[in-house]
C-alpha cells in the first residue's frame, strides 16, 4: 500500500540558511499535518492543512512557513535556520481530519 | 487543556514476557480520540490503534490489546508473550474532536525487549 512520501530524507545546513522539506501524502488524502521532534523527544505538532486551507497552528516559528498545494502535497519551508532546528520533522495525511493519522518516515535536519 | 503522561520511561523484558505500558490523558472534552504509536530504532511512527471516546470496549489484535478506562482516564497497552522486535519507543496519544484533529503525544516509553 501507498504510504506518505517525505523528501529529502537527510539534509544537512549552515545556520541562517533556508530549507524545504516535502510531503507527498497517501493518495486520496486530503489533510496534512507537520510535527517537529526533537532528540529524545516526543512529536510536536506544528501546522495542519485540510483540502488546501490552513486548519490548525501549533508551536510553529514565524521563521516557518507552510502551504498545501493543488495535487494535496505540502511543503514546509524555514528560514533563517537556528541550531535548534535540529530535528525529526514528521508529516501525517489522513483521509480527512475525522480519521487517524498516517505518518511518513520522517526528514533529519541538522543544523550546523 | 489536554495532557497526556507516561509515567514509564523506560522498561526492559525479556523475551517472552507480558508488559503493559501506562497511558494517562487529561482533557475536558467529552469527545475525543486516543492512540498508541510505535517508533522502532529506525525512527518512523507506526499507527498501532486509535479509539473514541464513547467506545469503552476493550481491543484485542494478535499479541496486542489496549484497555480504555474512563474513569481513571487511562489507557493502557499490553504486549504478550513480548519478541524482540517489539523494542521501541511506544507513544500514547490524544486528539480533540475539532477541526484539526492534531495530536498530542506523550513522552513516550521505551521498550527493550532482551532475548
Known amino acids: 500500500a501507498a504510504g506518505v512520501i517525505q523528501s529529502p530524507r537527510h539534509l544537512i545546513k549552515e545556520k541562517r540558511e533556508t530549507a524545504t522539506l516535502k510531503c507527498y501524502p497517501i493518495p486520496r488524502h486530503d489533510t496534512v499535518y507537520w510535527y517537529q521532534q526533537g532528540p529524545g523527544q516526543d512529536p510536536q505538532f506544528l501546522i495542519s492543512?485540510?483540502?488546501?486551507?490552513?486548519?490548525d497552528k501549533g508551536s510553529i516559528p514565524d521563521r516557518f512557513s507552510a502551504q498545501q498545494f493543488s495535487d494535496y502535497h505540502s511543503e514546509l519551508n524555514m528560514s533563517s535556520l537556528e541550531l535548534g532546528d535540529s530535528a525529526l520533522y514528521f508529516c501525517?495525511?489522513?483521509?480527512?481530519?475525522?480519521?487517524?493519522?498516517?505518518f511518513g518516515p520522517g526528514t533529519r535536519l541538522t543544523v550546523l | 487543556a489536554q495532557k497526556v503522561t507516561q509515567a514509564q520511561t523506560e522498561i526492559s523484558v525479556v523475551e517472552k514476557e507480558d508488559v503493559t505500558l501506562d497511558c494517562v490523558y487529561e482533557t475536558r472534552d467529552t469527545t475525543y480520540y486516543l492512540f498508541w504509536y510505535k517508533q522502532p530504532p529506525s525512527g518512523e511512527l507506526v499507527f498501532l490503534i486509535r479509539r473514541n471516546s464513547f467506545d469503552e470496549q476493550n481491543e484485542i489484535s494478535g499479541r496486542y490489546s489496549w484497555n480504555f478506562q474512563k474513569s481513571t482516564s487511562s489507557f493502557n497497552f499490553t504486549i504478550t508473550a513480548s519478541q524482540v522486535v517489539d523494542s521501541a519507543v511506544y507513544f500514547c496519544?490524544?486528539?480533540?474532536?475539532?477541526?484539526?484533529?492534531?495530536?498530542?503525544f506523550g513522552s513516550g516509553t521505551r521498550l527493550l525487549v532482551r532475548p
Open positions: 496519544a490524544l486528539s480533540r474532536m475539532d477541526s484539526s484533529y492534531k495530536l498530542i
Open positions: 501525517a495525511s489522513s483521509l480527512d481530519p475525522t480519521h487517524e493519522q498516517f
Open positions: 492543512f485540510y483540502e488546501k486551507m490552513q486548519s
